[in-house]
C-alpha cells in the first residue's frame, strides 16, 4: 500500500510524547524549496498552505505530522513534504465530511473525556502539566488545552468517517473466488507455519463469605452517599478496583450497544436519573452505579467496583484441580475438548472444546511468526496432540489462575490455499474492496468540498486530484 493511504485501516491517534516541536524536516531537493519555520534563530510566520472544506493546515502542521511519524518508527526515508501535505489534506476531508454527516457524533463532553486520559498520562510521563506545557511549547495550560482539544476531536471525527466508509463494504464468497482466481501464481502470497491451539482454565473459587464482604462495603459506601452526603465520585477515586474508571471517578457513558457486560447494562438502563443500584454481580466482581444523566438512549453514569479477595487455599484447590484434570488427559481418560467442556472455567472457549480464536483474524489458525510471545513461548515446541504443563497465569483482569494447553493442529509454510487459508485470502480480498471504496468516495468528496492549495504547494504530484485539474 502506498505511504499516501498510510493509516486508513489502522487509524490509531496516539499524540506521542516524545514529539518535538523544535526539529523541523529535511526539504527534498526534488521539491520545491520551502523555508522552514525556523532560520538562524528567528521564526518565520506560520502560513496557511492548503484549505479543505471548513479546515486549514499550516505550514507547521507537516513539521509535526513528519515527528508524529518518526515517533511511530514509520520509515520516512523517501517521504516528502508533498506526500505528508496529501495526507494531512486526506484527514482533514475526512473530518470536515463527518461534520456534515448527521448520523456522525462526536461530544465536547466525549473529546474532553479522552483529553482528560491523555493529559493524566502525559503528566505521568513527563512528570507535570508545567512540564507537558513546556514540552508542546505552548503559551499555558489554557492554550496547550485548546491546541489539543482541536487536535483530538479532529482526528476522532477522522476516524469516524474513516470508520463509516470501510464498514457499509461488504464482500461475496463469488467474490473472494473472483479474487483468488485472477491471482497470478508468482502473485500468491505465502503463509508461515501456523497452529491451532486449545485451552483449559481453572479460576480459584471465591467463597461466599469473600462475596458477602464485598457487597457488604458497598453497601456502606452507598448509605454512605445516600444518607450522609459523601461524594459518589470520590468514593471510587479512593475504593474502586477498576482501573479503566477509577481516576475518572468511576465514570462512563454508554448506550444499549456499547460493549458492557449483559449484567451490568441490565441494571444502568433500569435505573433513574439520580438513583444508585444495589451491589449486583458480574464475571468482574460485585458493582453499585449512580446514573448521572439520561440523554435518550444515552446515559452517564459512575460506578464502583469491588472484586472479592481469592484466598491462598482457594488458589491451592485451583492447582491441585488443574493438575489433576492434566493426569486425566495423560492417561486418556478424555480428550482435550471433552476435558475442556467438563473443567474449562472459561465461557468463551468451554463450549467449543477450549479452541482460541485469534483476536486480529477471528480464525482458529496462528502464524508462528505473528503469535503473542507468552502464546508462542507455551506452544511452538508443542508438537499436534502434546499437553502443556500447568501454567499459572492472570486473567484481564490480574486475577490469578492456572491453564493447561495443547496443539490441535499444525500447518507447515505454505503457498495461499483456497480451502485451507479462505479466511485470509477473504480479508485480502475485503481490503481490495475497501481501497478501491476509499478511492471513489475520496475522489467523489474532492469534488464537492471547497478546496485551496497554496501557490507553492501546486508543483507537487498529490495521489488524489487536489488541484481539481
Partial sequence: MKFIKFGIFAFIFSFGTSLLAQ????????????????????????????????????DSDIDLEYIELKNQQVALEDITRCQLLGKLMEEKLYAHQARLDTTIVVTDAEINNMMQERLDYMVQQIGSMEKVIKYYNRKDEDDFKTFFFDILKT????????????????????????????????ELPQFGAEV?????????????????????????????????????TTRAVLY????????????YKMNRKTPFVKEFK?????????????????????????????????????????VPTVTEKAIREAKEKADDVRKKLQNKEMTFAEAARAFSDEKETRTNGGTLLNPKTQDTKFELTKMDPQLYAIVSDLKEGDLSRVIPDEDRRGNKRFKIMTVTKRIDPHTADYAIDYVKIRDLALKEKQIEAIGKW????????????????????FTNNWLKL
Fill in 240 to 251: 474502586s478496583q477498576d482501573p479503566g474508571s477509577r481516576s475518572q471517578g468511576g465514570y
Fill in 155 to 186: 482526528n476522532k471525527l477522522t476516524a469516524e468517517m474513516q470508520n463509516k466508509v470501510v464498514d457499509a463494504v461488504e464482500i461475496t464468497p463469488e467474490e473472494v473466488r473472483t479474487f483468488f482466481k485472477k491471482l497470478e501464481k508468482e
Fill in 266 to 306: 441490565d441494571v444502568a438502563f433500569g435505573l433513574a436519573e439520580g438513583e444508585i443500584s444495589k451491589p449486583f454481580e458480574t464475571e468482574f466482581g460485585f458493582h453499585i452505579i449512580l446514573v448521572e444523566k439520561i440523554r435518550g438512549q444515552e446515559i452517564e453514569l459512575r460506578h464502583i467496583l469491588i
Fill in 23 to 58: 526539529e523541523i524536516i529535511p526539504e527534498p531537493q526534488t521539491q520545491p524549496k520551502f523555508k522552514a519555520l525556523e532560520k538562524n534563530g528567528k521564526r518565520k510566520v506560520d502560513g496557511i498552505i492548503a484549505t479543505v472544506g471548513d479546515y486549514i493546515i499550516l
Fill in 442 to 461: 475520496t475522489e467523489e468528496k474532492i469534488k464537492e468540498t471547497y478546496i485551496r492549495v497554496n501557490p507553492q504547494y501546486r508543483n507537487c504530484e
Fill in 196 to 232: 491451532e491451539v486449545a485451552q483449559i482454565i481453572i479460576e480459584p473459587k471465591v467463597t461466599p463469605e469473600d462475596k458477602q464482604k464485598a457487597i457488604d462495603r458497598l453497601n456502606e459506601i452507598r448509605n454512605d452517599v445516600l444518607n450522609n452526603g459523601a461524594s459518589f
